[in-house]
């Protein structure tokens, strides 16, 4: 089974300040990956997904994510945060052809104005 | 655009007490998912429903039925409310698919407190 680490419990941020949020994971095999956000208050949703193809995956909202297999990692970054970027971020992990997600602990992400 | 709602977003439920908690998609997705929230630990899958009446074991399936009479309702019960089963619950549903890739879209949860 896989499991998956996000470094960071909590990131406090000024508005403008860039944001790199760290996922590593452990699973050898074909993987594809995700990264869902949790606004206050809103439903869970995916905000970008890898599966093959470009490493480098752009998503909602002007988050990317950056997939380096070597290192069985999928950063998420985005170059300059808002305080509306104040939200817990997923990162999951499914092994291809499973339907079964394993999820990090999750990262909750503050952005003071 | 995909909706899933669930019955309640707060309950209350002494222990020892049998609760139900709904979960309702307009998609039409075959598949649907069970998963309970707690801090530092992620989300944690209970229980998968990949058609009706079919049912597999998540992780953490003690304590925990389910049941899916209809393609659009997922139910979890928990047969006898504990303490330790005071936490957010998460319904999930995807379309059917082999590849893993597809997407799974979540109801705005369940906050429930046994006490």
């Known amino acids: 089974a896989q499991s998956v680490s996000q470094h960071n419990h909590h990131v406090i941020l000024s508005e403008a300040a860039s944001l790199e949020l760290g996922c590593n994971y452990s699973y050898g095999g074909t993987v594809n990956l995700f990264w869902y956000v949790q606004y206050p208050g809103q439903h869970l949703q995916l905000l970008l997904k890898?599966?093959?193809?470009?490493?480098l995956v752009k998503g909602i909202k002007g988050f990317e994510a950056e997939f380096i297999k070597s290192k069985f990692s999928f950063n998420l970054r985005k170059p300059s945060v808002q305080w509306s970027d104040t939200a817990e971020y997923f990162c999951a992990v499914n092994a291809s052809n499973d339907y079964k997600l394993s999820f990090g602990a999750g990262t909750t992400v503050t952005v003071r104005a | 655009d995909v909706k899933v709602t669930q019955s309640s977003r707060y309950l209350v439920k002494r222990t020892g007490e049998k609760v139900f908690l709904e979960c309702v998609q307009d998609?039409?997705?075959?598949?649907m998912f069970w998963y309970r929230q707690d801090p530092g630990l992620g989300l944690r899958l209970i229980y998968f429903?990949?058609?009706?009446?079919?049912?597999e074991k998540g992780d953490i399936p003690e304590g925990y039925s389910v049941s899916r009479e209809k393609k659009e309702r997922f139910s979890l019960i928990l047969e006898s409310a504990s303490t330790n089963q005071t936490s957010m619950y998460l319904c999930?549903?995807?379309?059917?698919?082999?590849?893993?890739?597809?997407?799974?879209?979540f109801g705005p949860g369940t906050r429930l407190l046994v006490l």
């Open positions: 999930a549903s995807r379309p059917r698919g082999t590849s893993g890739q597809e997407t799974q879209y």
């Open positions: 890898y599966f093959s193809g470009d490493p």
């Open positions: 429903s990949y058609d009706v009446k079919m049912k």
């Open positions: 998609m039409d997705h075959e598949n």
